[in-house]
């Protein structure tokens, strides 16, 4: 089945760029929606972005103008940055695919999260 | 913006059924979504499209809707089941996944 796995950074400094990679193996990232979900401390999920393989975008309306998600699907790899964190953007990051070949389909597989400190 | 209101927190002693609330408008008009998720961990899909059960998940647990409130239902709870359970939908009109603030089920 397929799997996912973030990569970046475990600390950023304030105003700097947040980068994180997801790799996903097992599967073809081909035909699916892929998302960067987020999660502070002791808070409940925050949808960041998703992107599909063709490399339409769509981004949380509160965080568009920080916010860049791209996709390279000859890596089979899509990433996210974040621009001029803050501490506020402390979290555990998670990457996530959408099953089917629709959005408003459930999340059907995750990576394990990468956490992520803005100090 | 699209909002999805679930309570904190809900406790039930084990055996006993749990229902876990998600409000939302116009929710019966849309697909919900619900994760399961253990601390350090990272969510599962428990119930998806309000009522359909992904293959792995226990007949245990069932979602079911009416008008603006979907539910999650966990019958013959376990100590296992002790979680923080998000209910989720696409909100087709602004193109936004919105996830619900999250339930800790608290098995007594």
């Known amino acids: 089945q397929v799997q996912l796995q973030e990569s970046g950074p475990g600390l950023v400094k304030p105003s700097e760029t947040l980068s994180l990679t997801c790799t996903v193996s097992?599967?073809?990232?081909?035909?699916?929606?892929w998302s960067w979900i987020r999660q502070s401390p002791g808070k409940g999920l925050e949808w960041i972005a998703y992107?599909?393989?063709?490399?339409?975008?769509t981004y949380n309306t509160s965080l568009k103008s920080r916010v860049t998600i791209s996709i390279d699907t000859s890596k089979n790899q899509f990433s996210l940055k974040v621009y001029s964190v803050t501490a506020a953007d402390t979290a555990v990051y998670y990457c996530?695919?959408?099953?089917?070949?629709?959005?408003?389909?459930?999340?059907?597989?995750w990576g394990q999260g990468t956490t992520v400190i803005v100090s | 913006s699209y909002g999805l209101t679930q309570p904190p927190s809900v406790s039930v002693a084990p055996g006993e059924t749990a229902q876990i609330p998600c409000e939302g408008d116009?929710?019966?008009?849309?697909?919900v979504h619900w994760y399961k998720q253990r601390p350090g961990q990272a969510p599962v899909l428990v119930v998806r499209?309000?009522?359909d059960r992904p293959s792995g998940i226990p007949e245990r647990f069932s979602g079911s809707d009416s008008g603006s409130t979907a539910t999650l239902t966990i019958t013959r709870v376990e100590a296992d089941d002790e979680a923080d359970y998000s209910c989720?939908?696409?909100?087709?009109?602004?193109?936004?996944?919105?996830f619900g603030g999250g339930t800790r089920l608290t098995v007594l």
């Open positions: 992107i599909f393989s063709n490399g339409d975008t």
């Open positions: 097992s599967g073809s990232i081909n035909k699916s929606f």
């Open positions: 499209y309000t009522t």
């Open positions: 116009n929710l019966h008009r849309r697909g």
């Open positions: 989720q939908v696409w909100d087709s009109d602004s193109d936004q996944v919105v």
């Open positions: 996530a695919r959408h099953a089917g070949e629709a959005v408003g389909y459930g999340i059907d597989f």
